[in-house]
């Protein structure tokens, strides 16, 4: 009895004060102000409200802010859309973050643009980005969804999300990324169930 005691398994050591805030989108200028890169606009929009610098790391571009005594660290992942789930998984396991404090924020056609939609879990609805986290992580953790819109016609799908926002779309862009930069903060402070009550309307 009381080897088995001895060789357990300790249970991995999380810190509950750090949240890893994933913005997804692809890399280079080509995708620079594209629909499909919000997720990379709405976590600079975070990092520029402390004024906090970027550094480029493994798997990711990365910096660290503070909020109401959290430490937040932002990370773009530098492996593109569809195979972000390698990022995501190296920086949760070397920051020791555990899943429920974990944030992915996601350009998401099935939304009018300007809502969001906060999540605790939830199928990849066909986004490539979240089909290969779900491959590293599973179905089950927090993502806000960010309304991109579905103004396109048959076929052109793919150059519609990979398009530049119209100017319509920039005016009010502004608004879009305060809304969703302010239900990630809150996510931090009042956890997931009350975010939702507020920002899922």
């Not at 509950?16 to 929009?45: C, Q, S, W």
């Not at 939830?122 to 590293?136: A, V």
């Not at 953790?141 to 779309?169: A, C, H, N, T």
Request: aromatic share 10%; hydrophobic share 35%; charged share 30%.
């Amino acid at each position: 009895m009381y080897f088995s005691r001895f060789f357990k398994k300790k249970k991995k050591y999380t810190d509950p004060m750090k949240f890893l805030i994933v913005g997804l989108g692809n890399m280079g200028a080509d995708y620079d102000d594209t629909r499909h890169n919000v997720g990379f606009e709405i976590v600079e929009a975070l990092a520029s409200e402390s004024d906090a610098t970027w550094e480029h790391k493994k798997l990711g571009d990365m910096t660290k802010i503070k909020h109401r005594g959290k430490s937040l660290i932002l990370l773009k992942p530098s492996t593109y859309m569809n195979r972000s789930g390698k990022a995501i998984q190296y920086w949760m396991q070397k920051e020791k973050i555990k899943k429920e404090n974990l944030l992915v924020i996601v350009d998401d056609l099935n939304l009018q643009f300007g809502k969001i939609r906060l999540r605790g879990k939830g199928s990849d609805g066909g986004h490539n980005g979240l089909k290969d986290i779900q491959n590293y992580l599973g179905a089950q953790y927090p993502r806000i969804r960010v309304g991109i819109g579905d103004d396109f016609r048959k076929g052109q799908q793919v150059d519609f999300v990979l398009g530049k926002w119209s100017k319509e779309e920039r005016d009010e862009l502004h608004s879009l990324l305060k809304k969703t930069t302010d239900a990630a903060k809150a996510f931090t402070h009042i956890g997931l169930s009350r975010t939702m009550t507020d920002y899922n309307k």
